[in-house]
Structures are given as structure tokens and as C-alpha cells.
């Protein structure tokens, strides 16, 4: 080889490199490693109790949620519903409807869960944040799509009363990557809440249906 | 007193919010929108108090080197204030990292005066009898850019790594809730209860707004804020752990949203609720 195809060769060896380095560099930019953001969320909550700290910690389902931001492959979505149906615990005596007038206590309370909250703090299902449900709360937010009338618009369906309690426990049992909280899932809400928040819904006196 | 109206003002914004909850929406947001054009001027913005109290603190000699912050090198050159804030969070060589305008002047007190930030920092949200330096200064420095457009440094691969984690935290789901900035903040035309969500995922008109009315005056809170408050409120309503002051991920947030922000011109302090 002489020197001047030498010089060639290694031209185009430099070459590749640079451009796979700034290959590299620019897809690191899109998407930074895993490692880096790591970093950064030591750097603003590591100091958090570590059980402050593990509820950051996506599981499984969330992962895949945060990789695809909520619009996953329907391979994946399969994979999450199998997965969060299993964690769905029904009432043990199998009656689904608790106390309408507790429920509705549940769904304009929005505490619990923040670090503002005080030791002990009894968490709500803030259902109004995201949903309109009686027509007399005009207090209601956008987020998720109005439940007036839901029981009644259901014909009081039994089967749909099980299939909004198992919503409520766990919306991604239902919807992959739901904004919906999965509520007894992530043990914000008791089976009791949930119950009545059930009966918010199907109970024919509840102001929902009126 | 340069600031003599902003009393009387203050009552008539708190009439006009407390009887808000009732009127509910679209409506009420284009009010919302009026009132506050009619407001933002200095004369009636109590925020404008804060303004006055940063240009005293920023000239006024502190720390064990008892000198002023006015060598502080904001990004433009030292003592340089005209301007500054329009083009931060920015990577600073001295400090060796991406900074907002909160981190540079922890840094610049820790450095430039000698000044123990301990006292500082615990005041770095006012409250009622309790002053907050932080938020004084990034009133008057901010002040400073009004008429200026948002142009977030990007050229440092710092500031890119900035830009990419706060896009990546944006999205990132956690806590009881499974709540991600993204939950709230990444459809058009929501609101949480009463309160309409701005869109900040897309960059245009709804980012340029928001983040050129930051710092502002918060009538709920009779204080003004600054963005480290407002997402350290958010993190809260997010359920996720109290974010530490003046730390990476929310400079990193910032930097992504000022992105999204990009040529939205500055007009603060502003006044919400």
C-alpha cells in the first residue's frame, strides 16, 4: 500500500467515525439515555423519603407507556391489559355497589397523595378534576368525557357496573396508557370508595342519573 | 409613592376572582384575558413591588466580600442585566453547568459576595412577614428583558442535554396518580375543574405565552412567583415528591419549555391568579 492510499484509507475511516459520532450525538439530543435522566431526577429527588422515591420508579406498564408516550403498539397494548386486569381485586361477597352519597364525597375530594398533605391524609377519587358527573356540580374539568346519566345510559346493566368498577381499580385494564389514575391499583382508593363510587353511578337514586 | 394604586387594585382583582368559580369558562377566560391586558401596567401590578425591591437588593453590598451583585455575569457580560433573562437558562463556563436565572444567582452570591446561601434559600418562596430575595431579583432582572423575545441558548451540548431531559421529563409518568406534566399539559382546550390548561407539548402561540408572563404576580398568593414556584406546584399536583430548589430537572423542564416558548415576547412581571 503506499502512503498516499494510506492517507485514503484513513480518510475514509475518519470520515465514518465523525459521522457516526454525530449520528450518535444528534439521536442522543431526541433521546437522551436512560443514565442522564437518571441523573437529573437524583439531582431534584433524591433527597425524597425512599418511599417518595420508589413511587417515581415506573413499573412495567409505565414504561412501556413512557417509551411509546401513551400511544403504544397494539402487541404492547395486549401485553399491559393481561397485565393489569390481573392486579383487579373484586369484592369477595361479588356486590359491586356501595353508597351513592358516599361516592359523591369520593369524586369532588382532590386530596391525598401530595406533599402538601398532612400524615394520614384520606385520599379522594378527584373525579371532577377530569370528568363531568352530576349536572349540578358545574364545577367539573375536561380531561376525561362527561359520566352524566352513566348508569341510566346503561340501562343499569349489571355487567357495565363490573366493567366500571374494574375502570375505576384499574383504567389500564380497560384503556393501555390511560390518563385515568388506576386508583386501586396504586392504592389510592379502597375497595369500599370504590363501591360507592360505583353506586355514583348505577344507583337509579344517585343525582348522576336524575 | 410610585406605587400607590396597587392597593385599590388589589381588592378589585380579588372581588373580580372570588365571584370567578361561579361564572365557570369560556367566557370567563376572555375576561380573565382583558383584565389582565388592563392590569399589566406597573402603576397597578403589585408586582411591580417586587421589581423595586430586587434593584435595590441587586446594588446593595452583602456576603463576607461585601460587595454588590452587580458584577454578576448574567450570560451577556458582567453586571450586564438589559437582556439577560430573555435568553436563559444558558450554560455558564465559570460554574461548569446549564443554570436558570435562580441557580446563577445562588452562584453569583456564593461567589461574587461570599454570601452564605442557607437564609436565602429557606426564604426562597415568600409567605406572610417573609420576604423572599430570590423572587425580588428575578422580578427586577426579568424586568429587565420586557419587549424581548424568548431565545433559550441551544448551542452548547449542555443546554442541548438541557433541552432533551426537560422534553423527556415532560412526558414521564409517576406517582399515585401515574401523572406526567403531559397528562395535563398536552391536549388543546382542557381545564382541571375550572382552571384552563395550556397546551405546552406543541411550540407556537400557548408556550410563548405562558412562559413570557413568568415571573408573575399570583393574587391567589398575594406573592409574586417565579417558574421554579410554579413547577415545584406542579410536581405537588403531579403527586410527585417535593422537587429540590434550584435543581437540574426543573432547569432542564424550563429549558425544554422555552424552547416550545421560542420567540414569545416577554411582558412581566404579569399578573394571574
Redesign the interface.
Known amino acids: 500500500m503506499t502512503n498516499v492510499s494510506k492517507l485514503a484509507a484513513l480518510q475514509i475511516l475518519i470520515g465514518v467515525v465523525t459521522f457516526s459520532a454525530n449520528a450518535s450525538a444528534q439521536t442522543a439530543a431526541k433521546a437522551p439515555d436512560p443514565a442522564t435522566v437518571d441523573a437529573y431526577l437524583k439531582s431534584t429527588f433524591g433527597k425524597a423519603p425512599p418511599e417518595w422515591q420508589a413511587r417515581i420508579e415506573p413499573d412495567e406498564t409505565l414504561k412501556v407507556c413512557n417509551a411509546h408516550r401513551n400511544e403504544v403498539p397494539s402487541a404492547e397494548a395486549d401485553k399491559i391489559i393481561k397485565r393489569e386486569l390481573a392486579k383487579v381485586a373484586y369484592p369477595a361477597d361479588g356486590k359491586l355497589l356501595g353508597n351513592w352519597k358516599e361516592g359523591q364525597k369520593v369524586a369532588n375530594n382532590g386530596r391525598g397523595g401530595q406533599f402538601s398533605d398532612p400524615e394520614g391524609t384520606v385520599a379522594g377519587g378527584n373525579c371532577y378534576a377530569c370528568h363531568q358527573l352530576e349536572l349540578a356540580e358545574v364545577s367539573f374539568g375536561t380531561l376525561g368525557p362527561s359520566l352524566t346519566k352513566y348508569g341510566k345510559d346503561r340501562k343499569f346493566d349489571p355487567d357495565e357496573a363490573k366493567n366500571a368498577y374494574t375502570k375505576i381499580y384499574n383504567s389500564q385494564a380497560v384503556v393501555p396508557c390511560s390518563n385515568m389514575p388506576r386508583f386501586g391499583a396504586n392504592k389510592v382508593l379502597t375497595e369500599q370508595q370504590i363501591k360507592d363510587l360505583v353506586a355514583l353511578l348505577f344507583d337509579p337514586e344517585s343525582p348522576v342519573n336524575k | 409613592m410610585k406605587h400607590a394604586a396597587a392597593g385599590s387594585a388589589l381588592a378589585a382583582i380579588l372581588l373580580f376572582f372570588s365571584g370567578l368559580?361561579?361564572v365557570?369558562q369560556d367566557a370567563s377566560e376572555k375576561e380573565i384575558e382583558r383584565y389582565r391586558a388592563m392590569i399589566s401596567d406597573p402603576l397597578s401590578n403589585p408586582g411591580y413591588l417586587a421589581v423595586d425591591r430586587g434593584e435595590v437588593l441587586w446594588a446593595e453590598k452583602r456576603g463576607t466580600k461585601n460587595v454588590s451583585l452587580e458584577t454578576c455575569d448574567l450570560g451577556l457580560g458582567a453586571g450586564k442585566v438589559e437582556g439577560a433573562f430573555a435568553q436563559m437558562p444558558r450554560f455558564f463556563a465559570d460554574g461548569g453547568k446549564v443554570m436558570d436565572l435562580e441557580q446563577r444567582l445562588l452562584w453569583c452570591m456564593q461567589n461574587i459576595q461570599g454570601l452564605d446561601t442557607k437564609d436565602v434559600v429557606t426564604r426562597r418562596f415568600s409567605g406572610p412577614g417573609r420576604a423572599s430575595d430570590l423572587e425580588d431579583l428575578v422580578a427586577f432582572i426579568a424586568n429587565k428583558s420586557n419587549g424581548m423575545k424568548i431565545a433559550v441558548q441551544l448551542k452548547h451540548?449542555k443546554e442541548?442535554?438541557m433541552?432533551?431531559?426537560g422534553e423527556?421529563?415532560f412526558?414521564?409518568?409517576?406517582?399515585?396518580?401515574?401523572?406526567?406534566c403531559?397528562?395535563?399539559h398536552a391536549?388543546e382546550?382542557?381545564?382541571?375543574?375550572?382552571q384552563g390548561l395550556p397546551n405546552l407539548s406543541k411550540p407556537g402561540k400557548q408556550p410563548q405565552d405562558t412562559m413570557a408572563s413568568w415571573p408573575t404576580y399570583r393574587v391567589s398568593q398575594g406573592a409574586l412567583r417565579t417558574m421554579q414556584h410554579r413547577l415545584w406546584d406542579c410536581y405537588?399536583?403531579q403527586?410527585?415528591?417535593?422537587?429540590?430548589y434550584a435543581?437540574?430537572?426543573?432547569t432542564?423542564l424550563t429549558v425544554f419549555l422555552n424552547k416550545q416558548a421560542m420567540g414569545g415576547e416577554i411582558n412581566v412581571p404579569s399578573i394571574k391568579r
Not at chain 2, 189 to 194: H, S, V
Not at chain 2, 247 to 250: E, L
Open positions: 368559580a361561579a365557570a451540548p442541548q442535554e433541552a432533551a431531559v423527556e421529563l412526558y414521564r409518568r409517576g406517582g399515585v396518580m401515574d401523572f406526567s403531559a397528562t395535563c391536549d382546550g382542557k381545564r382541571i375543574r375550572l405537588r399536583q403527586r410527585w415528591p417535593v422537587p429540590e435543581s437540574d430537572s426543573v432542564a
